[in-house]
């Protein structure tokens, strides 16, 4: 039996076993190797790792060093489904059909070049985990936008004067049209969350989504210590709100402790300091539209499910 540690939430344990060791390159306050860790832990050594050309690539280490306790496998950038759909039918051959095959790739790898590969995946239905590890923009290679960077955003490719001018694309509502086994939302302000919900989609067999935001110091202009208070006022704004789609069955997992504004949220962050205050008032209007929207999914969903 597995050492663990508990946590005191609803008798939930975290395994005290470390996949990811000291000696990655991550950039001071990345949130990504605390997300490795969370993830790792929870899908135990028998995980077979997929990263696509992203900043987790040259995170965990550049061959032939790496931080990881599990075997890895660096695929091109439009590739990570691919891939991970290709070893988990090796394993198959090989009559392995416990290994987890985990894909781990960023916004550019997942809303952008790699949408192809991953949409493929699903309609097949293979049997792998995606997680998507969202910053926002292309930060390993210079802070360029991507289509998933938010409204109003500032990059080096939308400067002050020329700031992002069309909304992030809803990648989780792309994943539920492929009606996808399981789709979620995660950050690293709350680890229970994250962690239950890679464990649940560890047990599901089939293509399971995992959407996590990845607060970047670096690309988003804001103090290094401050990657997990404003992954946690993402959640409390309603900016990003965590919640799970389980064979079309929407379920918000943390409803926001408290009230507070996306003005909190954003006046962290210096890529949004050329925003206007009509403009956060904007961003506000269009955050409350889509929490509304969410919550008419869940009560709908509660519906069907009782009615079934």
Known sequence: MPAILDVGTKGFVIPEEEYIYSGHSACPGCPTPL????TLKALGPRTIMVICASCTGT????????????????????????????????????GDDETTVLSWAGDGGTFDIGLQGLSAAIERDDDILFICNDNEAYMNTGIQRSSATPWGAWTTTTPVGALKSRPKKNIMDIMVAHEIRYAATATVAFPQDLMQKVIKAKKIRGTKFIHLLSPCPTGWRFPTELSVEISRRAVESKVFPLYEVENGEYVITKMPSKEIPVSSYIKLQGRFSGLKDSDITTIQRNTDISWEKLLAKSRVSRKVKRAC
Do not use: E, N, W
């Not at 060093?65 to 039918?89: E, Q």
């Open 35 to 38: 997300a490795l860790r969370y």
């Open 59 to 94: 995170i965990v280490g550049i061959m032939p060093a790496t931080c990881l306790g599990i075997p890895a496998v660096h695929s091109a950038f439009m590739a990570a489904a691919a891939t991970a759909s290709g070893i988990k039918a090796g394993l198959k051959a090989q």
